[in-house]
């Protein structure tokens, strides 16, 4: 039987066979794509799994070159250095390296399923994605993984210039509502660093190393000013200041602000000396001899302070360690998101205006800072209280 060439395939030099995968895997689109969108592929800014989420510098391993350079395209198609620039467009674009990262891992994931199915991945049939999301749902995959491979699955059907996307098909979203319905959409919370929990985590850390000190400015600013995980570990020295209020901390960049527009926000002076910011800032920069570059480094089992900028994982894992040390119930339950989270929460419970928890958070959506405050103020004014129970 002759073997299937999808039109992406074709441009990329790669041929489908009738059992799902290329002829040539270092051809592959779903393949070629998958690594240039994936973190290998993020200009150096790749990380390896070393010690507690060091991150590195990687070499660009770019999308190998298909056909030689000048080759027509067969059938008009567009030439394969034009699909190669689309695809690094599309890498380089507005999505965020944790969205390519999990995009990357999402495609490879459908075309592994199809290929144990024998159905073409690219361009797929609507009933093909339809069939995957329901196996996915009853793999146990929570309804917001869907959501993310489907919108993976349509990049790249529009990358490859088929336009609708498989995704957009009526079957399609019949088959997604219902899970949904079935799934709910609700996403798993981690649990919320509340102060008095962070005094426990803090507590753990060994200010007279430069691990604790460390961490200890890590938690306490990433609390402070509620960061996320991202933009805790892309702060350099000169984006946090000390004043006579506290630490003026510089966001040059962050989820909602791809282009870089850039946030101020303040965390005043501790009242406490354990769980003071601007004390443990002083002592790490101290004990770490940080004068330039990033804020917040890997450091050695030796104690030793490496070069390079600790990666977005590495905040999570300092934080459940710490759960871990303190002998918090379910260390699991934790993660970089709780010391945000925490914020909100803590601040709502102590009687903190909307607007200014929404300031410091940078929120943007009144529905999403009130599930906190909703979280922080249960047991204020509760009903319940007057029904004599």
């Known amino acids: 039987m002759p073997a299937l060439v999808c039109p992406l395939s074709r441009r990329l030099g790669g041929e489908l066979s009738t ?57 008009g198609l567009a030439q394969p250095g034009e699909l190669l620039e689309a695809a690094r467009e599309f890498a380089q674009a507005a999505k965020s390296r944790a969205t390519r990262r999990a995009y990357a891992a999402d495609l490879r994931d ?12 690219l361009p797929a049939e609507p009933a093909t994605v339809a069939l995957y999301v329901t196996h996915l749902a009853r793999s146990g995959a929570a309804a917001a ?51 008095a929990t962070l005094r426990r985590l803090v507590a753990t850390c060994d200010a007279s190393t430069r691990a604790g000190a460390r961490d200890r400015a890590l938690l306490l600013i990433g609390f402070g000013a509620a960061l ?3 933009e805790l570990v892309a702060l350099d020295i000169e984006d946090v200041t000390e004043t006579d209020e506290g630490l003026r901390v510089r966001i040059r960049r962050s989820k909602t602000d791809p282009e870089g527009s850039g946030a101020e926000v303040g965390i005043v002076r501790g009242q406490h000396p354990d769980i003071d910011p601007v004390r443990a800032l002083r002592t790490w920069r101290e004990l ?50 709780s010391l945000r989270s925490g914020c909100a929460t ?30 922080g103020g249960l047991w204020q004014e509760n009903a319940s209280a007057w029904l004599g129970l």
């Open 228 to 230: 996320r995980r991202s």
């Open 110 to 121: 459908f075309d592994a399923w199809c290929r144990g199915q024998g159905r073409a991945a």
């Open 19 to 75: 059992q799902g995968p290329c002829s040539n895997p270092a051809t592959c689109p779903i393949e070629a794509i998958a690594d240039y969108v994936g973190d290998a592929m993020d200009r150096g800014d790749a990380e390896r799994p070393q010690e507690l989420g060091e991150g590195s510098r990687g070499a660009d391993g770019g999308l190998p070159p298909a056909v030689p350079a000048g080759t027509a395209a067969p059938g």
């Open 346 to 375: 803590q601040a709502a419970m102590e009687g903190a205006p909307e607007r200014a928890i929404m300031r410091q958070g940078r929120w943007r959506s009144t529905a999403t800072v009130r599930r906190y405050i909703h979280t």
């Open 288 to 337: 770490g001899a940080i004068t330039s570059g990033p804020l917040f480094h890997p450091v050695t089992r030796a104690d030793t302070v490496r070069e390079g900028r600790l990666s977005d994982q590495a905040v999570a894992l300092i934080v459940r360690r710490a759960a871990e040390r303190a002998g918090l119930p379910d260390p699991e339950a934790f993660a970089g998101h």
């Open 145 to 195: 993984t869907i959501q993310r491979r489907l919108a993976a699955i349509s990049q790249v059907h529009q990358l490859a210039g088929h336009v609708p996307p498989p995704t957009a098909d009526w079957e399609v979203r019949q088959v997604v509502q219902g899970i949904r319905r079935r799934l709910g959409t609700a996403p798993a919370q981690k649990e919320a660093v509340l102060t």
